[in-house]
């Protein structure tokens, strides 16, 4: 057998390392939700979710540069022309700590005029906020000219390293909070703590830059306007899909907090938290698909790109079904077991908000079609209808039916979107029917759903968990019986060798797998 290309060692240690950040992530999520809000007072962490959520729009300065650094430094690097790609790095160095400044300077502006005068925010609770705001904001502006060095080792396709250092923070990032709240200290003692843990992280991610990197030079004289100039070509329509995203989903809390208070935010926030849980645990793969839909698009492999989309969005969709089976069948039980019967608001909006990332999923294989095969265009221009839609309805709808409405407000330009216009436009790009696409892809989950929807209401009924582990343990179970049956009847034959084929190329790759393998000398004698 031959050996595994480095490409394809870098895709697997990164999906896995990709995968345990995640699951660091959620096992801390689980953990240290309740502990903080229960030391924090739901007021106090709904006021820190709130103005969290203003930061969130200053990210939007990025302007889609990060994407457009790797791509232009990766084709650099393939080129074998350091010299180009160190200058790009150089020159984007300049541009972030302008825009660094930038975002300084607005954000002075919204602590200095507009905490003070948001709606619902008692007179303590304003010199809080714009405390929390200057942490924040602070280390948005050093964060913005380090992102170089993430994009460097990106570019050369060492996931994992920049993983490793994710996972390091972000445990560091628990233990802090642990500490900080269990020796009675409060929410701005927490603030700074977890924003000096992130800047110091910044040294980390240059480190891994350096380690992938080993050219790395870094020089502010190397500044070229016109690499600005091509970057900004290709990152402008990703910065409108960042706008799109950020109305859409992170402008619920501050429309919450203005209409109905900072307790509010913290009970949608749950929600959100569990309703973003399910993508992350499905989309893992999505971001791998587009440099291979890029190079299909590039020589006009059309069958190559058919047959992308239909195994990506089938493997999306297998996953996130089944996933949101097990949310939508223990919601209750797990919210009022983890967070209490205070929170039990939750359950609706986690409804509504896990049945639009089923979509949402599902989607991320169209859209890197769209994207991949220059039809960016029209994706930039659904997005920030989606947005305004999702921003409308949630106005109109939060007076009448709160944060439900609000998650229905999210959900309904999403479905409407993805499914009316982008899977259409997807699909015809590929010279691939609706029919055809939708018997592909679909078949699969909605056999493995009819059983796993079964055994969910059974358990339900005869054995309601009553602890966090029974509610994973028959949570699992539901998972196990609809993989399970999707496998075996949801899959025809030719599919389910193909992916088991697959599978069992993973595994030849692994770095397990290499580490058991026999050693062979120069003379091709096992030693």
Not at 117 to 137: M, T, Y
Request: glycine share 10%.
């Amino acid at each position: 057998m031959t050996a595994p290309s480095a490409p394809a060692m870098n895709l697997v240690t990164g999906t896995a390392s990709r995968y345990l950040l995640l699951a660091v992530n959620i096992a801390l999520g689980l953990v240290l939700l309740p502990f903080t809000v229960r030391h924090l007072g739901v007021a106090e962490y709904g006021l820190w979710m709130m103005v969290a959520s203003m930061t969130y729009y200053f990210q939007l300065l990025d302007l889609g540069y990060g994407s457009g650094i790797v791509r232009h430094v990766a084709e650099a690097d393939a080129r074998r022309d350091v010299a180009l790609a160190n200058q790009v790095l150089s020159t984007f160095v300049v541009v972030y700590a302008g825009i660094g400044v930038v975002a300084a300077i607005g954000i002075a502006g919204v602590i200095a005029l507009a905490i003070p005068r948001f709606p619902n925010l008692l007179p303590d609770q304003i010199f809080r906020a714009q405390v929390i705001l200057a942490l924040l904001g602070l280390r948005i502006a050093i964060g913005f000219p380090m992102t170089v060095f993430g994009a460097a080792t990106t570019a050369r396709q060492r996931f994992a390293l920049n993983n490793a250092v994710a996972i390091a923070v972000a445990l560091l990032n628990g233990a802090i909070t642990y500490l900080v709240l269990s020796t009675g200290h409060g929410l701005l003692t927490l603030v700074a703590s977890t924003t000096a843990l992130a800047i110091a992280s910044y040294g980390a991610y240059a480190w891994t830059a350096r380690r992938a990197f080993p050219e790395l030079r870094i020089r502010p004289s190397s500044f070229n306007p016109k690499l600005v100039r091509d970057v900004t070509t290709f990152s402008m329509y990703l910065f409108v899909i960042d706008i799109a995203i950020q109305i859409g989903f992170n402008l619920d809390n501050l429309v919450i907090g203005a209409a109905l208070g900072t307790s509010a935010v913290a009970v949608y926030a749950v929600a959100m938290r569990l309703a973003d849980y399910q993508r992350q645990m499905c989309n893992q793969f999505n971001g791998l698909l587009f440099p291979v839909i890029v190079r299909f698009g590039a020589v006009g492999d059309t069958d190559s790109l058919r047959s992308t989309l239909v195994d990506g969005t089938r493997i999306a969709l297998t996953l996130v079904v089944g996933v949101t089976i097990c949310v939508i069948a223990f919601a209750d039980s797990l919210i009022g077991r983890w967070m209490g019967p205070g929170f039990n608001g939750s359950i609706a909006p986690l409804y509504v908000l896990a049945i639009a990332g089923i979509v949402l999923v599902g989607q991320g294989p169209l859209g890197n079609v769209l994207l991949g095969t220059g039809r960016h265009r029209l994706v930039a221009f659904v997005s920030i209808g989606e947005a305004v839609a999702n921003l409308i309805l949630s106005l109109v709808l939060v007076r009448r039916f709160g944060i439900l409405g609000v998650a229905i407000g999210t959900a309904v330009p999403v479905v409407l979107a993805n499914l009316v216009i982008l899977l259409p436009a997807a699909c015809r790009q590929i010279d691939l029917s609706l029919s055809s696409f939708g018997r592909a892809v679909a078949i699969g989950p909605l056999i493995g759903s009819i059983p796993a929807i079964a055994v969910a209401a059974a358990l339900r009924a005869a054995a309601p968990p009553v602890t966090l582990w029974a509610i994973f343990l028959e949570g699992a179970l539901v998972g196990a019986v609809y993989l399970a049956t999707v496998c075996l009847f949801g899959f025809d034959s030719g599919v389910r060798t193909r992916y088991l084929a697959h599978f069992r190329q993973l595994i030849a790759v692994s770095p397990f797998a290499r580490s058991r393998a026999p050693r062979v000398s120069s003379a091709g004698v096992q030693v």
